[in-house]
């Protein structure tokens, strides 16, 4: 579901890792379910989907 809000908005993992702070990897690795974004990170990259998600509707 996090990838599919990112391609809709057309934004890259280097565009989400920019304004969240982290590199494009961390970004991939959360959207893979590989690793878990901590819950300051965690906390921005859900308001950030969610905005997307809202801009895409």
Known sequence: MRRSIRRRANASL???????GVSPMTVLRWE???????????????????????ATR
Do not use: V
């Open 14 to 20: 280097r565009d989400m890792g920019l304004t969240l």
């Open 32 to 54: 893979h379910g590989t690793s878990e974004p901590r819950l300051e990170n965690a906390i921005a990259y859900r308001r950030l989907l969610d905005a997307l998600h809202e």
